[in-house]
């Protein structure tokens, strides 16, 4: 059986939300907002809703044994679009939004009757994109279901969240996220559960060698963020980290990852204000650094400047 077939564990709710506005919506667009920690299965939600949906044994999931089931499990169904940051500064471009919805969105499905496109890091959407995505959401193809998928939402145009269903996905429970693991032949302890901040795709990229990218992140946060930051460390980490251009944006999106899960444990914990405030400017910093490196900018610069932006920020 192919890797969406499944039923994604721990979200219920939300495949319940998503099945029902389809069921009350018949043959019109639909646009959903699949928001919540990195790695806890949103895209893996979306495929596998869909394939429910166009699954030719007609059962309330899909099979994963029929045509269209293994085709979807190959990411190669028709129908089925993801659409990624690519280019230059990783962001999703007006091009990307035309040229998989608008044209797109001219036809009914080929084959079944609903076509998706999964717009993946929908945060990167630059303002050329969300405002045509935008005007496509006010008159949604036929046939046609968006689903937008972020950590972030709130980088969105408003009026972009206020056309989609909003289905908010939050990380797993022990018991769950013990259960994803063994599934995938992985047994897990309370701490790797701790570790990831129960979200299993963050986990398995962790023991596929990333593991010290994430725990070398969390170390320049702390040096950045609490008092007494220590730049000198912080400055020494990233250079060692930031030798080029891949390896420099592959621990930048790490650190982003780790910070927003911080954010969210500060929140949970209802700490200070402040400190709330200073990870979400680091996150920007970070996402502004990535700008600039795939830019062209030196690795070493970005190094220096992000090591002194509590300075800066001052």
């Known amino acids: 059986m192919g890797k969406f077939f499944k039923k994604p564990v721990g979200h219920d709710l939300q495949l319940e939300v998503f099945f029902n506005v389809i069921k009350k919506g018949e043959s019109e667009g639909r646009a959903f907002l699949f928001h ?30 029929c045509r ?27 091009d990307q939004i035309r040229e998989n919805l608008l044209l797109i969105g001219k036809y009914r499905p080929i084959e079944g009757n609903w076509r998706m496109v999964i717009i993946d890091e929908a945060h990167h959407l630059n303002l050329p994109a969300q405002n045509t995505l935008l005007k496509i959401l006010e008159e949604p193809p036929e046939s ?9 939402p709130w980088v969105l145009l408003p009026t972009i969240r206020s056309r989609t269903v909003d ?14 693991m063994q599934d995938n032949g992985i047994e897990v302890s309370q701490k790797d559960y701790e570790m990831c901040f129960g979200a299993p795709g963050l986990y398995i990229k962790m023991i596929e060698g990333t593991a010290d990218e994430y725990e070398d992140a969390e170390k320049l946060i702390n040096d950045l963020i609490e008092p007494g930051s220590k730049i000198l460390n912080a400055y020494q980490l990233l250079v060692s980290k930031c030798s080029d251009q891949k390896t420099t944006l592959s621990f930048l999106k790490t650190t982003k990852w780790v910070i927003l899960h911080k954010i969210r444990q500060a929140v949970e914990k209802d700490e200070e204000q402040l400190k709330i405030e200073d ?3 680091l996150y920007d910093v970070c996402y502004q650094a990535m700008r600039r490196v795939e830019s062209g900018a030196s690795p070493s610069l970005i190094a220096a400047s992000l090591s002194t932006w509590k300075w800066r920020k001052g």
């Not at 046609?144 to 972030?152: D, H, S």
């Not at 908010?168 to 429970?173: A, D, G, K, T, V």
């Open 36 to 65: 919540g920690p990195e790695g806890v299965g949103k895209k893996f939600s979306a495929v596998y809703a869909f394939a429910s949906l166009v699954c030719e044994s007609k059962l309330q999931y899909a099979c994963g044994e």
């Open 68 to 94: 269209r089931c293994k085709l979807i499990s190959k990411m190669t169904y028709p129908e089925l679009r993801v659409l990624e940051p690519s280019g230059k500064g990783g962001q999703i471009t007006v």
């Open 144 to 152: 046609t279901i968006i689903v937008l998928i972020t950590p972030t």
């Open 167 to 180: 289905i908010h996905f939050r990380r797993l429970n022990f018991s769950d996220f013990v259960k994803v």
């Open 279 to 281: 990870y979400i400017h």
